[in-house]
């Protein structure tokens, strides 16, 4: 198999997000396979290590402030990513939020905020890239998920929600926008730690307790989505669309902790 089904020299991609923890993780991993980026947050400051990184690859990186929860907004960062580069070829929809609470405990406005960011935020940004990609019949939109599309977790039950949804709407865009030459995917990471939750890894028995549920016996590295994203961005998965990518370990297979001897 040719090495260049996977290169994406000369592709332009947004990352949103990418301030820290998955958004970085997947920016480098499209620079190293050649695309020049567009990165973003709501507080474009926090970029420049990031940016400065990526350039020291040889890549190209562009930082933009972006709220996803903000329409104008997103429509600011498509417009400046067009007059930057010219083009879209690739979108990490990767920007989002969790506020982990028992059911009980969610407030309206923590239901609001997890909705709003993570599954309204994705669904129009894909939409305002997607009418740039859709002159060039073109595109690779990947919708950042995670294992809560396909399990339930206690305490994450708006986060869970949001994330169902980002799945059912990969599906329906990538019916909506196949036509175009567009595919629509989702990569669902498992138990990654960031520093969204990297609180949790402090209690060594919690860790204990997930790594017996992974098969793999161990939580994802950064290096496991390298792949993963260059596939979804790049010709190698021409023909895929509407499919949920898992990226877990093997978490999702139901794995129980091992009952002692």
């Given at each position: 198999?040719?090495?260049?089904?996977?290169?994406?020299?000369?592709?332009?991609?947004?990352?949103?997000?990418?301030?820290?923890?998955?958004?970085?993780?997947?920016?480098?991993?499209?620079?190293?396979?050649?695309?020049?980026?567009?990165?973003?947050?709501?507080?474009?400051?926090?970029?420049?290590?990031?940016?400065?990184?990526?350039?020291?690859?040889?890549?190209?990186?562009?930082?933009?402030?972006?709220d996803v929860r903000d329409y104008e907004?997103?429509?600011?960062?498509?417009?400046?990513?067009?007059?930057?580069?010219?083009?879209?070829?690739?979108?990490?929809?990767?920007?989002?939020?969790?506020?982990?609470?028992?059911?009980?405990?969610?407030?309206?406005?923590?239901?609001?905020?997890?909705?709003?960011?993570?599954?309204?935020?994705?669904?129009?940004?894909?939409?305002?890239?997607?009418?740039?990609?859709?002159?060039?019949?073109?595109?690779?939109?990947?919708?950042?998920?995670?294992?809560?599309?396909?399990?339930?977790?206690?305490?994450?039950?708006?986060?869970?929600?949001?994330?169902?949804?980002?799945?059912?709407?990969?599906?329906?865009?990538?019916?909506?926008?196949?036509?175009?030459?567009?595919?629509?995917?989702?990569?669902?990471?498992?138990?990654?730690?960031?520093?969204?939750?990297?609180?949790?890894?402090?209690?060594?028995?919690?860790?204990?307790?997930?790594?017996?549920?992974?098969?793999?016996?161990?939580?994802?590295?950064?290096?496991?989505?390298?792949?993963?994203?260059?596939?979804?961005?790049?010709?190698?998965?021409a023909y895929i669309t509407g499919q949920?990518?898992?990226?877990?370990g093997g978490i999702s297979t139901g794995?129980?902790?091992?009952?002692?001897?």
């Open positions: 198999m040719s090495t260049t089904l996977f290169d994406l020299s000369g592709k332009v991609a947004i990352v949103t997000g990418a301030s820290r923890g998955l958004g970085q993780y997947l920016g480098r991993a499209l620079a190293r396979a050649g695309a020049d980026l567009v990165i973003t947050s709501r507080k474009p400051d926090t970029l420049k290590a990031f940016q400065d990184e990526i350039e020291a690859l040889g890549r190209r990186a562009l930082p933009l402030a972006l907004s997103i429509q600011g960062i498509t417009r400046s990513a067009l007059e930057h580069y010219g083009k879209i070829d690739i979108l990490v929809n990767n920007a989002g939020c969790n506020i982990r609470k028992p059911a009980l405990e969610v407030t309206w406005d923590d239901w609001n905020l997890i909705l709003d960011t993570n599954l309204r935020g994705t669904f129009f940004t894909a939409q305002a890239v997607a009418r740039e990609m859709i002159p060039r019949k073109h595109g690779r939109i990947i919708n950042i998920g995670s294992v809560t599309c396909v399990a339930g977790y206690a305490g994450l039950g708006p986060y869970g929600a949001s994330r169902g949804g980002v799945k059912q709407l990969t599906m329906s865009l990538a019916d909506d926008w196949g036509i175009h030459g567009i595919t629509v995917n989702c990569l669902a990471p498992g138990w990654f730690k960031t520093a969204q939750n990297a609180i949790m890894y402090e209690n060594q028995e919690w860790v204990s307790y997930l790594c017996d549920r992974i098969p793999l016996k161990r939580p994802g590295q950064p290096h496991d989505l390298d792949g993963a994203v260059v596939f979804l961005a790049s010709d190698a998965s949920t990518f898992l990226v877990d794995a129980t902790r091992a009952l002692p001897k």
